[in-house]
């Protein structure tokens, strides 16, 4: 599956992004799925290029390893981490293990996790299965069906509202909106963002899913 979108800063397109599953591999003994979320562009002085890796299990979806390369202006952190759930804890490249929550998950991982569950409007769903334990519980609003044209065509969807008690795309003051396809595919065909220098938003411009 690859999504390929156009992101827009306010009004001006500024870049592209991607949401992919790249390939099946094992991260110690378990088969997992590589995904790869990417956003690249900006203005001349405001730069975003991030890359978000996930390896997680295909039966359980639990993370097993998850990767950030975050270069946005002046803010430019990778980190990488390791999970070790049969024992309960996550480590940060060469720092000591802490403690993580019982099936942990990633942000790469949680945007596919919430793909299962029903969604159903004005529902809403509290999850405390965010890997680092001091940052949940993560809240998943239903708001509403909408039927959306984007690039890629026109989709009727059902619009979210994901809540994470972390720095990011959908960090608290955000107010992050997800539209997905409401149908089996659950594709992300549409994303707004704020952040602190403005809306960032992105729009599908093709998909290949293998699903029609």
Known sequence: EKLVYDVKFGPMKVGTGSMEVQDL???RGVITWHTVFRISGGLPLYR??????????????????YHQDIDEGNYEPKRFYEFFNERGMYQEGDKPEQPTVAQPLDDGSFLYY?????????????????FKPEANPVVI??????TINVPAGRFT??????????????????????WITDDDRRMMVQMKSKLSVGSINLFLRSHNTGKK
Do not use: M
């Open 114 to 130: 919430v793909r299962t569950i029903p969604l159903n409007v004005g529902d809403t769903y509290t999850f405390s299965r965010y």
């Open 48 to 65: 975003v290029n991030d890359k978000y890796e996930s390896w997680f299990d295909v039966t359980t979806l639990t993370s097993r390893r």
């Open 141 to 146: 609003k239903v708001l509403r069906r909408e």
């Open 25 to 27: 591999t094992e991260v």
């Open 157 to 178: 969807t059902v619009v979210l509202q994901p809540t994470f008690k972390s720095r990011g795309l959908f960090s608290e003051g955000g107010k992050a909106e997800v």
